[in-house]
């Protein structure tokens, strides 16, 4: 469907207090990722507040679609969105990674309702969410089923037993997402195992395949609506986001791959985020 200008306009103001939120519970937790999950936050905001059928009121929702997030150490900015979409209060982000905290610094399934999977080890998710939309086709259901890795994830091996599997069943319930921001830990992912030519790679495994600016929430929504209209194959959706998105002076370095903003960088990330947004800023601390 078709996003109205209102509506691109409310889920981008809606990115930025997830991004503020981020933020605010990275330095509260003086641990935790960062780059990941801002360059994520347009792509889970796109998910929860206009994607997803799902209901924060009844997270067991029998119909509802899965949301696999393969890359667990980029959860804040899953918690983030969660919270904004009415799951629990935005002010619980705070405890993230405290002792006996709900949101865990990754996934923990049975801790926190609406939560499909329990993830950290890299390279399981897409197996787990190739399961699930098998299931769903064998019942007979209608449910989709998507899945969010990192690229430098892709030099699993694991992931590829699981593109097999869902092409050699043509899963077409099934939308794969790579956060093609091209840092990792160590450095670039083209220094450290180069993954291109990646789409050709996917289509080689009878995947449909979508490259997309994953920080523009309006050709992020046209991807997946694209996906939806592929019957005969699982879709890949490329989607090519800035790490630490929002807040310039730590884009595209990935030292911020695992690495918090001290309270004083917070402040001054939050002021170049509210800038960036042309936003008054608002601190949950």
Not at 165 to 181: C, E, P, Q, S, V
Not at 218 to 224: D, E, G, N, Q
Not at 252 to 276: A, N, Q
Request: glycine share 8%.
């Amino acid at each position: 469907m078709t996003l109205t200008d209102a509506e691109a306009s409310g889920l981008d103001a809606r990115a930025e207090e997830v991004r503020e939120t981020i933020i605010n519970m990275l330095v509260a937790a003086g641990s935790g990722h960062t780059a990941g999950p801002l360059g994520m936050a347009d792509i889970l905001t796109a998910f929860y507040f206009h994607i997803l059928k799902h209901d924060p009121k009844n997270p067991e929702l029998e119909d509802r679609d899965r949301l696999i997030l393969s890359n667990g150490h980029i959860c804040p900015v899953r918690y983030a969105a969660m919270a904004h979409a009415g799951y629990f209060p935005v002010e619980e982000c705070l405890t993230l990674r405290k002792f006996g905290s709900r949101l865990q610094g990754h996934p923990e399934r049975l801790r926190l309702p609406g939560l499909e999977t329990t993830s950290g080890p890299l390279g399981e998710g897409l197996s787990q969410a190739a399961g699930i939309a098998y299931a769903f086709r064998m019942d007979n259901k209608k449910q989709r089923v998507y899945c969010l890795m990192g690229d430098g994830e892709q030099e699993e091996g694991s992931v590829w037993e699981a593109v097999m599997f869902a092409g050699k069943y043509k899963l077409h319930n099934l939308t794969a997402i790579i956060d093609r921001n091209n840092i990792q830990i160590d450095g670039m992912t083209e220094d450290i195992m180069p993954l291109e030519p990646i789409a050709d790679k996917y289509r080689a495994f009878n995947w449909h395949v979508i490259e997309v600016n994953g920080n523009d929430i309006r050709a992020f929504i046209a991807a997946v609506d694209e996906a939806k209209a592929v019957y005969e194959k699982p879709t890949i959706i490329i989607a090519h986001t800035i790490p630490g998105k929002g807040v310039p002076e730590i884009e595209f370095d990935y030292h911020w791959h695992g690495k918090p903003p001290t309270k004083e960088e917070g402040e001054r990330f939050l002021k170049e985020v509210h800038t960036m947004a042309g936003k008054v800023p608002h601190e949950y601390a």
